[in-house]
């Protein structure tokens, strides 16, 4: 299918956004008497369910790649949008049989047949053929975390460099710190846990009393359990399995009364603290730090037990994109919405940063770009055109009024320059999508984070 886009990044001409290729798949199948339904159920051993459907045209000839290329795409992003270890396919057994084929070891998707299968959820990824009548229905229930501003509470955040905690009382952040430490190649989890216990102390310092303990952290977290995180990259997986995998449980039980203790991803957290800022919901979070980071929380105002991992979801279906080098997948979002997107266009640009770490690469680039240096420009508002296209498509899959954006590659001028792209795309190609682009305010940026993260649990 030749697929044009009515914007074309500067630096990326070849870029086939997903969107409109599955718009135009779509069509085609819609415009073919003889298409067909194919349901696919996204499933966890908890019994959570995330259903889809959609027509494939007849699975014949040229088309087998087309319907193959369309429903693959689509469960990869359901996969790391929404999470789930068993896939359910009816109505079609030869897209069954692909998809067995490629999420295995030694498929094309062994990277996600491992990481979401065995590391997340327990047990690798495994593709079964059932009728439509033996599809569950749809299950997924929200967490009804955060908003909860009563009381004494700890609220803090985990990063890379720093440890981010708060003393806040009745919603006021009446105590604030970061402490800085270096997880990431620290092999005793020791190190982690008294990191962590230490922070939580200090905070408790300025309390008459505790009353809850709400965190982030980076990484998969499932029930305040740590499924893996890049903070324990040091530590064995034995040793994660037996102690850091629980330990937020383990410092509830054993140094906090068991008082309420709530943990979730940053992202997560990230966007409860968009929601809580601007007093509104349906709001994705989008970080462009050293990956893509992502939260959502939803109409309602609540966190989703997804697990919106947008770094992994593919955004553009070009054969000639870059490929993720952790995954060794093509076109998905780290290559287009991080510090790796500006190294990977800077050479397109016309900057020589040969062998040069990304964040330091990212500085020379703001750096020009302050000056008003053309080059840097074109690297922002190529990611501004990805951008928008991208808004579009996780507009498929999320109810979304409020896109918040953030993170390194946000800040200074190129930050609204990608704003302006991702905005033009949008009135240009989507103009029936009612999304506003939002950056946090100072308050959010200062303490919204802590506030969040204190106010998860309820006290009841």
């Known amino acids: 299918m030749n697929i044009q ?21 779509e069509a085609k199948a819609a415009a073919d008497p003889a298409s067909h339904q194919v349901d696919i159920a996204l499933t966890r051993n908890d019994g959570t369910c995330f259903r889809w459907s959609g027509k494939l045209l007849p699975h014949t ?11 693959e795409r689509i469960v990869k992003f359901l996969l790391w ?31 996600d047949w491992d990481f979401i299968g065995k590391k997340i959820y327990g047990s690798p990824i495994e593709v079964k053929k059932v009728s439509v009548e033996e599809l569950p229905e749809e299950y997924s229930g929200s967490m009804t975390l955060g908003r909860n501003l009563d009381g ?9 460099s720093d440890r981010k905690c708060a003393a806040v009382v009745n919603g006021e952040v009446v105590y604030s710190e970061e402490v800085v430490w270096d997880p990431y190649f620290q092999k005793d989890p020791q190190y982690h846990i008294e990191g962590i216990q230490d922070s939580l102390e200090r905070a408790a310092a300025h309390l008459p009393r505790v009353d809850a303990i709400g965190g982030s952290s980076a990484g998969v977290i499932i029930n305040s359990e740590v499924r893996t995180s890049s903070l324990f990259r040091g530590v064995s997986q034995e040793d994660i399995e037996k102690t850091l995998g629980k330990v937020f449980r383990t410092l509830q039980k054993e140094k906090w009364n068991n008082i309420p203790f709530e943990v979730v991803n940053d992202g997560e957290v990230t966007a409860l603290a968009g929601a809580m800022g601007m007093n509104d919901n349906a709001v994705l979070g989008v970080a462009m730090g050293t990956s893509e980071a992502a939260g959502y929380v939803d109409p309602e105002g609540h966190i989703k037990p997804w697990l919106n991992e947008l770094a992994f979801a593919p955004v553009d279906y070009s054969e000639e994109g870059g490929v993720d080098e952790w995954s060794k997948d093509m076109g998905v979002g780290a ?3 991080s510090q790796q997107a500006v190294a990977r266009l800077a050479p397109r640009a016309g900057f020589q940063f040969e062998g040069m ?27 501004g055109v990805h951008f928008g296209y991208a808004i579009a498509h996780y507009a498929r ?11 390194r590659v946000a800040s200074g001028d190129g930050g609204q320059i990608i704003i302006d792209k991702a905005e033009e795309v949008l009135r240009t190609e989507f103009p029936e999508l009612k999304i506003q682009l939002r950056v946090p305010d100072e308050k959010t940026k200062r303490h919204g984070q802590a506030v969040a993260a204190a106010s998860l649990p309820a006290l009841s």
């Open 81 to 111: 949008q929404k999470g789930g270890n068993i896939i359910l396919v009816a109505g079609d057994d030869a897209i069954a049989d692909m998809l067995a084929s490629r999420y295995c070891k030694g498929g094309a998707r062994e990277f």
């Open 61 to 71: 000839g040229e088309n087998v790649a087309l319907n193959e290329t369309y429903v």
């Open 335 to 337: 290559l287009y919405f």
């Open 152 to 160: 004494y509470r700890i609220g803090f955040d985990l990063g890379g």
């Open 5 to 25: 886009p009515k914007i074309t990044p500067v630096l990326d001409p070849g870029f086939v956004p997903a969107v409109l290729w599955n718009q135009a798949f």
């Open 397 to 407: 899959f999320y109810d979304i009024r409020n896109l918040l954006f953030l993170g």
């Open 357 to 383: 770490p990304f964040p330091e690469q990212l500085k020379k680039v703001q750096a020009a770009m302050a000056e008003g240096d053309e080059r840097a420009r074109k690297i922002y508002e190529t990611i």
